[in-house]
Nanobody, 126 residues
Framework: QVQLVESGGGLVQAGGSLRLSCAAS????????MGWFRQAPGKEREFVAG????????YYVDSVKGRFTISRDNAKNTVYLQMNSLKPEDTAVYYC???????????????????WGKGTLVTVSS
């Protein structure tokens, strides 16, 4: 079974940057769409960004457009989330996940995310 491990979270001041990584083991991510999700205390889990298996198509929730960039390196079996201009409201546990059903179903909310990481905490101070 595929295992996903997120890393790169931490404590930063507002306006700072972090780069999250999601490394896979036990299988390749190259043929799968990938997504980043986040969940803040007391809030619902939110789909933040998605990327197709090829990296050709990307999606961002409006609140992070222009600040976050999702990318992937299939040769390294890793997906990234570059987060710039961080805001306190970005504070959350960030999770990566695999959507075998594909990019379109993921961004439309129809995908079952097959594999999840355990998350990495991002804390943005003001």
């Amino acid at each position: 079974q595929v295992q996903l491990v997120e890393s790169g979270g931490g404590l930063v001041q507002a306006g700072g940057s972090l780069r999250l990584s999601c490394a896979a083991s036990g299988g390749t991510l190259s043929s799968y769409a990938m997504g980043w999700f986040r969940q803040a205390p007391g809030k619902e889990r939110e789909f933040v960004a998605g990327i197709s298996w090829s990296g050709y198509s990307t999606y961002y929730v409006d609140s992070v457009k222009g600040r976050f960039t999702i990318s992937r390196d299939n040769a390294k079996n890793t997906v990234y989330l570059q987060m710039n201009s961080l805001k306190p409201e970005d504070t959350a546990v960030y999770y990566c996940a695999v959507a075998k059903s594909g990019f379109a179903s993921m961004i439309h909310g129809n995908a079952v995310m097959d594999y999840w990481g355990k998350g990495t905490l991002v804390t943005v101070s003001s």
